[in-house]
């Protein structure tokens, strides 16, 4: 039985447990249904795949630095920005450009990253980049160059590998299952258009609003830049709910900086010495055409590594050294926030898709084999499972995000997918008692079968079903 407050990763981990099973024992069957349940286990498997979509410059490649932890993404732009990168997991260290007939070639990386890819960038599908790391061990992270710009070769780079395809070269190397996607204002309607056309929703896309610690009245204004990020943050996850399922503010040039190593010692030092300036003195020291503390490569060095709003308040914690601001500057960045939504909420949404998509290969396999009754069978007995009515929570949200994306069962059916435990899923703190749990349900109950009675589209039908049985689900589990 489950519990008001069960985890937020127990039930999808769970279906894909049954789901393995289910496909170990099609497996017995014969050599070649091994095989192609093999190819279904291992998708189920895999790394989740999150592409980093957005504008040019907004931030894309310093955000893959930070969420690595190493300078492997170039910043600057270059011929191998141009083009879509594949980052996965893999030893030796090594890059190779991927053509779009599927032949590869070698890149030569220079301190770690690829200058030149050895061919036009036209004729370049993606770059496949791998990497020895802990992260992504457990993710797959795709750069794109950007998106809806008037850089249009660059729009046309993303295009070409992640919607167009070019037939064979469209494979998991490319398909991506969830994005995030990075944007340092209000989205553009031409961007929310696009992620569509990329296959993304409310169900699978997080919003990152990029560079907040340059925004308001920036770094020396009244208000704190990162708080007002936050606010704003919560202002656009509300309005594109439909689109979204959270919007986190995030400093990548903080967060970079902390995750790489970059400040030194040295750096503190060089910081440290500017602890005793008064804002209006480190602003004439920042616009002074020679420094009266330190040099001009030292001064040009730390507005690389922390940018105006990092100078400002990692100078008070320099004296302690660079572990202090390193860890400051971490903390303020909002990488960690990042990390948590990516790990929780976006692996959660691939494991149902790919549920789902697992569920229907497997029906397709009882299709084309004489076993077809037996294929069904161990089939039926996952889809009958609790767990499994994610999947069904999971297709309706997706139905009417497409269809019909100002419903209110939008909301309801988006905090059901991302919330934790019961209470959380039904928007209560997860400090509800369970009268109160108890009492939200059963007016969600009400609801609901108004809402079946009067009707509405087939999407809007759909969910209201799998609302009645997901609340009723849970009223009996409490």
């Known amino acids: 039985m489950s519990r008001p407050h069960e985890g937020r990763r127990t039930r999808p981990h769970a279906l894909r447990d049954q789901l393995t099973a289910a496909l170990a024992e099609i497996a017995r069957i014969d050599r070649p249904l091994a095989r192609s349940t093999a190819q279904i286990r291992d998708t189920l498997w895999a790394p989740p795949r ?49 053509k779009i007939g599927g032949a590869r070639h070698t890149v030569r990386l220079v301190d770690g990253r690829p200058t030149e890819l050895g ?24 750069d794109t ?23 064979q070269t469209r494979d998991a190397s490319v398909n991506a299952d969830a994005a995030i996607f990075l944007f340092d204002a209000t989205p553009r309607a031409d961007e929310v258009q696009f992620l569509r056309e990329l296959g993304f929703s409310a169900v699978n896309t997080i919003g990152a609003l990029a560079k907040a610690d340059t925004l308001g009245e920036g770094a020396f204004g009244d208000v704190d830049p990162i708080d007002a990020a936050r606010a704003q943050s919560a202002v656009i996850a ?29 750096d503190a030092d060089a910081l440290a010495a500017l602890a005793g300036l008064s804002d209006t003195s480190l602003e004439l020291w920042l616009e002074a055409e020679t420094p009266s503390i330190g040099t001009d490569a030292e001064r040009d060095r730390l507005l690389d590594l922390l940018g105006e709003y990092g100078l400002r308040h990692a100078r008070k914690l320099a004296p302690r050294g660079a572990h202090a ?25 691939v494991l149902i898709t790919r549920a789902v998509r697992a569920c229907t290969e497997i029906e397709h396999l009882a299709l084309t084999h004489p076993a077809g009754g037996q294929i069904r069978s161990y089939l039926r007995q996952v889809r009958q499972t609790p767990q499994a009515h994610t999947m069904a929570e999971f297709k309706a949200m997706r139905a009417l995000t497409r269809s019909d994306p100002e419903s209110p069962w939008v909301g309801e059916l988006r905090q059901i997918l991302i919330g934790s435990g019961i209470a959380g899923r039904i928007g209560l703190p997860p400090t509800a008692d369970r009268n109160t749990v108890a009492a939200e349900l059963d007016r969600r109950l009400r609801q609901v079968h108004e809402a079946g009675l009067m009707g509405g589209s087939a999407a809007e039908e759909q969910a209201v079903a799998v609302l009645l049985r997901t609340y009723s689900m849970m009223r009996r589990a409490i």
């Not at 809806?148 to 167009?164: F, K, W």
């Not at 309005?239 to 959270?246: E, N, P, Q, R, V």
């Not at 601001?325 to 949404?349: F, Y």
Request: hydrophobic fraction near 45%; charged fraction near 20%; include cysteine.
């Open 119 to 142: 061919c036009p960038t036209d004729q370049v599908a993606y770059l496949d980049r791998f990497l020895p790391s802990r992260l992504l061990r457990n993710m797959v992270l795709i």
């Open 238 to 266: 509300e309005s594109m709910s439909a689109s979204l399922l959270t919007v986190q503010p995030v400093a990548g040039l903080l967060a970079q900086t902390a995750q790489t190593g970059q400040f030194t010692e040295s």
């Open 325 to 349: 601001v390193n860890s400051w500057l971490q903390q303020r960045s909002g990488v960690d926030e990042l990390r948590a939504n990516i790990e929780l909420d976006l692996t959660r949404s």
């Open 145 to 167: 160059p950007g998106l809806a710009t008037i850089t249009t070769g660059n729009e046309q780079a993303t295009r070409r590998a992640l919607i167009d395809g070019f037939g």
């Open 50 to 98: 999150v592409v980093v979509v957005g504008r040019v410059k907004a931030g894309k490649s310093t955000l893959v630095n930070a969420l690595i932890g190493d300078l492997v993404a170039d910043t600057a732009a270059t011929e191998c920005t141009k083009v879509v990168a594949v980052y996965q997991d893999g030893a030796p260290a090594r890059a190779e450009a991927v």
